[in-house]
């Protein structure tokens, strides 16, 4: 029997249609929310926020870099390549503004992945601090000045141990995690600081590492989302052909931060950025404006991970021009050669006044006819591919070694010039009228001149004219006509020829010293006597010369009285094949036709005569050469040996080339004279003659 509230079949099955409709509503109302939901979304996506949002999924970080134009080659005057570029990569960085804590774990894998590759960053803290036992190197205040977070910290750490300012960068103001080991941490500070103090921006990235090697390149360019704000690119490097044989006069090239202080006033106005690499000395120096060309401007375009989505070559860069040097490569190499032998040789020379210390020196060769110098050598030499790698301790080593490796002898070593300053005192008392050409003076050992009793190391000489007093480098003799001829003619004919001023060559050069009644007064407040005449006119007291100095006079006395301007450089040639020689520039001694012939004479008795004091370094060849030795006594007389010279020109009768040689601790200028002979046998391909 059915119960009061059974429901029929006829009334079940409404109730189930009833509940199917319920559940359908209850579906569609959910879909239609949905729906509502989706397509308000949609809506704020394409019409309400549809361009902020386009621009973000479209957004490229635009930059612009430097593109470096190739510096100019050199060559010596035969077109023999000295120096030159090759293409290398390089490692920017732009700071992206990521947290600390990210950056530092990026930047030591970045450290891991040079160091793997065998490449290296550059790191001004490395010559600061040394991690090894924790001490300064240098510069302890200023690295403290740049890491102090607070401006109290700073007075804190100027008395803190190194290991405490250590930890202070580290903890403070890098923020490097304690997981690292100290010297792990060290290579996180390195980069740090560099960015804390060449901070970069878009248009001006950091140069953080370069001439790296490929695989480090490709990592970084396949893997770039881990390295964000690292960007690489390629550039010309300087490269050196045994460039060690011309070290002095080619110089070397340095990062413009490193060696001009004033470079962040002035340099940006030339162009120059703080990672520029620049002539420091030598033609590089000289020349850095013809050499260094134009850079380049491109504009990047790169996405929000770092790769490049596009580049537009804004300005071309424009190359440097290239140099060709008045030296003969060949002439030089023999050159360094011979100085380095036979300063070997001096050194081991049995002799009274030889305490075997002869270990420097420096030669010139030039041409009598048009001031070009055709060899300049200064040892001991180097090799300026040292600088362009930056190994500072290299570097410190090279700058700072008490041989002077980097002096350039030849035109900043000044030297009492001794006997070879003969010629001009001789020229000078001709020019005056103290003597004739064939005026006969009395040499005997012992002579009273100026008050003082004077003694003539060639002994008696009894009468002697001057070609005999220049042949065999009587004192006596010149002690006589320089006391008569008197200082202030002396000084004229010295400034005529060119003493005490400079050459006027390219690089840098010394101006030596000239002994005169002002150079005594003004340097040690004393007046001039008599005596000093005397010691002036034998090429000692206050005279010192450069080499590039004596071979100047020398040609001029050979060429018949031309005073040229040295100069090393023979044409530049712009990228365009345009050329642009070097003037040749020079001015009248104003020495007559028959004072210098008077001199000549002497000169060539020198190498020829038989008491000449250089015959023996000349007695087979085939011309006769004009020459003049010169031993001169430094301060340290009777605990060093004297510094020995020659100068000389050839073939006597029609000068080609005039030579300069200067032996620090030399023992006697006659020592000095094969040395000549070598260049001039170079010179003239006597080789095969000689043999």
Request: net charge negative; glycine share 8%; aromatic share 10%.
């Amino acid at each position: 029997m059915a119960g009061k509230y059974d429901l029929s079949e006829e009334e079940k099955e409404k109730k189930k249609l009833k509940d199917i409709k319920r559940r359908y509503i209850i579906y569609l109302i959910i879909i239609i929310l949905c729906c509502a939901v989706f397509l308000r979304h949609l809506v704020n996506l394409q019409i309400v926020n549809g361009q902020e949002y386009l621009d973000t999924s479209t957004k490229r970080i635009v930059t612009r870099g430097v593109i470096y134009a190739n510096r100019g080659n050199i060559y010596d005057r035969n077109g023999i390549p000295i120096a030159g570029n090759r293409m290398g990569y390089c490692i920017e960085y732009v700071d992206t503004e990521m947290p600390s804590d990210e950056k530092n774990e990026m930047l030591y894998k970045f450290v891991k992945l040079l160091e793997q590759n065998g490449d290296t960053y550059k790191s001004t803290l490395r010559s600061i601090f040394n991690i090894n036992d924790y001490t300064f190197k240098v510069n302890r205040e200023g690295l403290i000045k740049q890491i102090s977070v607070r401006d109290e910290d700073e007075k804190l750490l100027m008395e803190a141990s190194p290991k405490e300012v250590f930890n202070y960068m580290r903890e403070k103001t890098f923020g490097i995690d304690p997981k690292y080991t100290d010297e792990e941490a060290f290579r996180i500070m390195e980069l740090r600081y560099e960015m804390l103090i060449k901070p970069a921006t878009l248009e001006n990235p950091l140069l953080i590492a370069e001439d790296v090697s490929i695989e480090t390149v490709s990592v970084l360019e396949e893997r770039n989302s881990e390295f964000p704000g690292f960007s690489t690119f390629t550039k010309p490097f300087r490269e050196y052909y045994d460039a060690s044989v011309i070290a002095h006069v080619l110089g070397y090239m340095g990062n413009i931060g490193s060696y001009y202080e004033e470079w962040s006033q002035k340099y940006p106005e030339l162009g120059y950025t703080p990672n520029d690499i620049v002539g420091v000395s030598g033609i590089e120096f000289a020349m850095e404006q013809e050499l260094r060309g134009i850079n380049g401007k491109i504009r990047k375009e790169v996405d929000t991970e770092g790769r490049l989505a596009s580049y537009e070559v804004e300005v071309a860069p424009t190359p440097g021009k290239d140099i060709y040097l008045t030296i003969d490569l060949n002439l030089q190499k023999t050159a360094l050669e011979s100085l380095e032998r036979n300063i070997e040789i001096i050194r081991n020379t049995d002799h009274r006044d030889n305490y075997h210390d002869a270990n420097a020196g420096a030669v010139v060769a030039m041409d009598v006819k048009t001031g070009e110098i055709l060899a300049m050598v200064s040892y001991p030499t180097f090799d300026p591919s040292v600088f362009l790698e930056g190994d500072y301790e290299q570097i410190s080593y090279l700058l700072n070694n008490p041989d002077n490796i980097t002096l350039n002898r030849a035109c900043n070593g000044a030297y009492a010039p001794g006997s070879t300053y003969k010629p001009l005192v001789a020229i000078a008392a001709l020019e005056s009228g103290v003597i004739e050409p064939e005026t006969v003076i009395y040499c005997p050992y012992k002579k009273e001149i100026g008050g003082l009793i004077w003694t003539n190391p060639e002994g008696d000489q009894k009468w002697i004219n001057l070609e005999k007093a220049l042949a065999t480098s009587s004192n006596m003799f010149f002690f006589q006509i320089g006391f008569e001829t008197g200082i202030d003619n002396i000084v004229k004919w010295a400034k005529n020829f060119g003493f005490g001023s400079k050459t006027g060559i390219e690089i840098s050069e010394d101006i030596g010293s000239l002994a005169s009644k002002e150079y005594k007064k003004k340097y040690l407040n004393e007046g001039w006597v008599p005596a000093d005449t005397c010691n002036a006119s034998i090429g000692q007291l206050y005279n010192a010369f450069t080499p590039i100095q004596l071979v100047n006079y020398v040609a001029s006395i050979a060429n018949g009285g031309k005073l040229y301007t040295p100069h090393l450089v023979r044409k530049k040639v712009d990228y365009q094949g345009n050329v642009e020689e070097t003037e040749i520039k020079y001015r009248e001694t104003g020495a007559k036709a028959s004072t210098i012939k008077a001199v000549k004479k002497g000169m060539v008795a020198v190498a020829n005569s038989q008491d000449g004091t250089a015959v023996s370094a000349f007695k087979d060849f085939p011309f006769e050469v004009a020459g003049k030795t010169g031993t001169a006594e430094t301060a340290l007389k009777g605990k060093h040996s004297s510094n020995a010279l020659f100068v000389c020109y050839a073939p006597a009768d029609d000068p080609e080339i005039a030579v300069a040689v200067v032996v620090e601790k030399g023992v006697r200028g006659a020592f000095t004279a094969p040395i000549a002979r070598d260049v001039l046998m170079a010179y003239f391909n006597l080789k095969d003659q000689a043999n």
